[in-house]
């Protein structure tokens, strides 16, 4: 049965570290065989490449080996097994025997809202790694897609000199596929690329310099031949999916050095004179395609390789030609060897890794169940909050629609004890309509302090009205026997401290707060604009107060005169959801 593809970080992390051996492994290869030819090594290194692209595949397809012995694991497991757990879950192994008690990443908010489950590393990681290799891979197919693109625009040379240049070099390789020779005003140096319909293209310069025709044609058709373009495409794979490891990218990049070092041996074996091929590779590196996102070669050097190459074209005494075919089985039977059991590799025993796998398996059900469990706990908490609101609210059974309202205002528990404990006997519809003007208990307290037993509809009409307590001591300061219903109208009618002691001041006597609305509720000057006064009828000897419907607070001086107060009624609260 094939494995199941998914990836976790405890993947991410054997992947590391094996591509990191592997990688690792193949770079000393090469440095111990510095002495051979730059094909032998050029095999050596793209037999690494290989290994590397095969290291996934090989690491889930191939059985667990555990070499180390079993007791080893004895005392490690459970750490190991908690380590596993804490990448996968956030919780330890440990509580996995409890489920009512695991320890998830589960984050309840004191106020009763749903619960905020923590992401762990271990669960963002595949996400973290998955990020660079599209990018990678996008880069790289956009590349391709160039060349073709370009390819398609290019014009066919038809240029005798490289045509028969073409020719010689085919014959002397034995390379016996068609090859276009095509012409590109976009390049600046020659490329090559493809395997079933290689492609050589050349710059507009290049083509001009005829005598230089043969050791450009063999640099490129020694590409072609020894398929150098699957090597770099395979090269630029390996490097996104080991983006995480150096040794990865130093391994590409000697390797497409000993694809270019492989090529230049293989013009100088074509009787090219040495010192021209390197005047050659002087003349081209001015003219490198180095703004150009190609995926191809050129016999044009980097400036980082330009050294190395020329060092080597003029040493005479360096081991040149391909790799024979027992050095190209030696190499891969060598990094085959190391690679398999490498990749089988395990640091647990199978029976600790079977029971890390079943703990995983159980931690993250664990942790389902926790989150479940967690709403659940929060729905159940609303719901004995707002019969703990019904319960001391009143004593008859709420309809939902009062239980809406009270949790819509913000009614809590908490709030009923406490405007209870003022003496406040109030039912639901007062609750909701002392809440939604802003009253607590620390208002009820002040206020009845200055107007001794003041009922809460009185307190609703004065909150809304816009009478703090220190409007209500500046009144009773002036007028002794001041009411609940007289510092409304006093309110309503715009009277304040300053109106009052402005009227003492010029001689006028008021002898209570019926005297001050009148005085008010005369026109001129002083008369406040945000009251809208109509007259009314005569003969009252007091000032009166009264609530209409609605919630229209009427007051009504002596002389007759009416002041009208609309006040906002409480919000209306959210409809029923019908759960039949």
Same mark, same amino acid.
């Given at each position: 049965?094939?494995?199941?593809?998914?990836?976790?970080? !405890?993947?991410?992390?054997?992947?590391?570290?094996? !591509?990191?051996?592997?990688?690792?492994?193949?770079?000393?290869?090469?440095?111990?065989?510095?002495?051979?030819?730059?094909?032998?090594?050029?095999?050596?290194?793209? /037999?690494?490449?290989?290994?590397?692209?095969?290291?996934?595949?090989?690491?889930?397809?191939?059985?667990?080996?555990?070499?180390?012995?079993?007791?080893?694991?004895?005392?490690?497991?459970?750490?190991?097994?908690?380590?596993?757990?804490?990448?996968?879950?956030?919780?330890?192994?440990?509580?996995?025997?409890?489920?009512?008690?695991?320890?998830?990443?589960?984050?309840?908010?004191?106020?009763?809202?749903?619960?905020?489950?923590?992401?762990?590393?271990?669960?963002?990681?595949?996400?973290? &790694?998955?990020?660079?290799?599209?990018?990678?891979?996008?880069?790289?197919?956009?590349?391709?897609?160039?060349?073709?693109?370009?390819?398609?625009?290019?014009?066919?040379?038809?240029?005798?000199?490289?045509?028969?240049?073409?020719?010689?070099?085919?014959?002397?390789?034995?390379?016996?596929?068609?090859?276009?020779?095509?012409? !590109? @005003?976009?390049?600046?140096?020659?490329?090559?690329?493809?395997?079933?319909?290689?492609?050589?293209?050349?710059?507009?310069?290049?083509?001009?310099?005829?005598? @230089?025709?043969?050791?450009?044609?063999?640099?490129?058709?020694?590409?072609?031949?020894?398929?150098?373009?699957?090597?770099?495409?395979?090269?630029?794979?390996?490097?996104?999916?080991?983006?995480?490891?150096?040794?990865?990218?130093?391994?590409?990049?000697?390797?497409?050095?000993?694809?270019?070092?492989?090529?230049?041996?293989?013009?100088?074996?074509?009787?090219?004179?040495?010192?021209?091929?390197?005047?050659?590779?002087?003349?081209?590196?001015?003219?490198?395609?180095?703004?150009?996102?190609?995926?191809?070669?050129?016999?044009?050097?980097?400036?980082?390789?330009?050294?190395?190459?020329?060092?080597?074209?003029?040493?005479?005494?360096?081991?040149?030609?391909?790799? /024979?075919?027992?050095?190209?089985?030696?190499?891969?039977?060598?990094?085959?060897?190391?690679?398999?059991?490498?990749?089988?590799?395990?640091?647990?025993?199978? @029976?600790?890794?079977?029971?890390?796998?079943?703990?995983?398996?159980?931690?993250?059900?664990?942790?389902?169940?926790?989150?479940?469990?967690?709403?659940?706990?929060?729905?159940?908490?609303?719901?004995?909050?707002?019969?703990?609101?019904?319960?001391?609210?009143?004593?008859?059974?709420?309809?939902?629609?009062?239980?809406?309202?009270?949790?819509?205002?913000?009614?809590?528990? @908490?709030?009923?004890?406490?405007?209870?404990?003022?003496?406040?006997?109030?039912?639901?519809?007062?609750?909701?309509?002392?809440?939604? /003007?802003?009253?607590?208990?620390? &208002?009820?307290?002040?206020?009845?302090?200055?107007?001794?037993?003041?009922?809460i509809g009185e307190l609703v009409g004065a909150r809304q009205l816009g009478v703090n307590t220190a409007f209500a001591r500046d009144m009773k300061s002036h007028f002794p026997g001041v009411q609940m219903d007289d510092l409304i109208a006093l309110k309503a009618m715009g009277v304040d401290c300053d109106f009052v002691t402005d009227m003492q001041r010029a001689g006028v006597t008021m002898r209570d707060?019926?005297?001050?609305?009148?005085?008010?509720?005369?026109?001129?000057?002083?008369r406040p604009v945000a009251v809208k006064a109509a007259k009314g009828p005569r003969g009252e000897r007091s000032a009166t107060v009264s609530v209409g419907p609605g919630g229209v607070i009427e007051a009504r001086s002596a002389d007759g005169r009416v002041a009208r107060i609309e006040v906002p009624e409480p919000p209306e609260p959210p409809e029923v959801p019908d759960n039949r």
């Amino acid at each position: 049965m094939m494995p199941e593809m998914v990836i976790t970080a !405890s993947m991410l992390l054997g992947l590391a570290w094996k !591509s990191a051996a592997v990688a690792g492994g193949t770079l000393l290869l090469l440095r111990l065989a510095r002495s051979r030819s730059s094909g032998e090594r050029s095999m050596i290194a793209h /037999s690494g490449l290989f290994a590397l692209l095969a290291l996934p595949a090989a690491i889930l397809l191939l059985p667990k080996w555990a070499p180390l012995p079993a007791e080893w694991f004895a005392a490690a497991a459970p750490a190991a097994l908690a380590a596993s757990d804490l990448a996968t879950t956030g919780g330890p192994a440990a509580d996995l025997a409890a489920p009512a008690a695991t320890s998830v990443p589960v984050v309840v908010d004191a106020g009763g809202s749903p619960p905020v489950v923590l992401a762990s590393l271990g669960d963002i990681a595949p996400f973290l &790694y998955a990020i660079p290799l599209i990018l990678l891979v996008g880069v790289m197919l956009l590349a391709v897609v160039r060349l073709f693109a370009m390819r398609g625009r290019a014009e066919v040379l038809v240029q005798p000199s490289w045509l028969s240049a073409l020719a010689e070099a085919q014959r002397r390789m034995g390379f016996k596929h068609g090859t276009a020779l095509l012409v !590109s @005003e976009e390049l600046r140096s020659p490329i090559s690329w493809g395997v079933l319909r290689p492609t050589i293209v050349l710059s507009p310069k290049a083509v001009q310099a005829t005598g @230089e025709a043969e050791a450009i044609i063999a640099h490129e058709l020694a590409h072609v031949a020894r398929l150098d373009w699957a090597k770099l495409l395979g090269a630029r794979v390996a490097c996104a999916v080991f983006w995480f490891n150096p040794f990865v990218w130093m391994l590409a990049r000697e390797s497409h050095q000993l694809r270019e070092e492989a090529a230049d041996d293989a013009v100088l074996m074509a009787d090219i004179d040495g010192p021209d091929y390197a005047t050659l590779l002087v003349g081209a590196a001015r003219h490198d395609n180095k703004a150009a996102l190609l995926a191809a070669h050129g016999v044009a050097p980097a400036k980082s390789s330009l050294k190395r190459r020329i060092t080597r074209v003029l040493d005479g005494s360096l081991k040149r030609g391909p790799a /024979s075919g027992g050095w190209m089985l030696g190499s891969f039977l060598l990094l085959v060897g190391l690679t398999v059991p490498l990749a089988a590799f395990s640091a647990t025993a199978p @029976e600790a890794q079977k029971t890390a796998e079943e703990s995983r398996a159980v931690a993250v059900a664990a942790r389902q169940e926790a989150v479940a469990a967690s709403r659940s706990a929060v729905a159940a908490k609303a719901t004995a909050e707002d019969q703990a609101v019904a319960a001391a609210a009143t004593s008859r059974k709420l309809t939902a629609e009062e239980l809406v309202s009270l949790r819509a205002v913000g009614v809590t528990p @908490e709030y009923v004890a406490e405007m209870r404990e003022q003496g406040v006997p109030i039912n639901a519809d007062d609750m909701i309509a002392a809440k939604a /003007s802003g009253i607590d208990a620390s &208002y009820v307290r002040s206020m009845r302090a200055i107007v001794p037993n003041a009922d809460i509809g009185e307190l609703v009409g004065a909150r809304q009205l816009g009478v703090n307590t220190a409007f209500a001591r500046d009144m009773k300061s002036h007028f002794p026997g001041v009411q609940m219903d007289d510092l409304i109208a006093l309110k309503a009618m715009g009277v304040d401290c300053d109106f009052v002691t402005d009227m003492q001041r010029a001689g006028v006597t008021m002898r209570d707060a019926d005297d001050a609305i009148a005085l008010r509720a005369v026109p001129g000057p002083r008369r406040p604009v945000a009251v809208k006064a109509a007259k009314g009828p005569r003969g009252e000897r007091s000032a009166t107060v009264s609530v209409g419907p609605g919630g229209v607070i009427e007051a009504r001086s002596a002389d007759g005169r009416v002041a009208r107060i609309e006040v906002p009624e409480p919000p209306e609260p959210p409809e029923v959801p019908d759960n039949r």
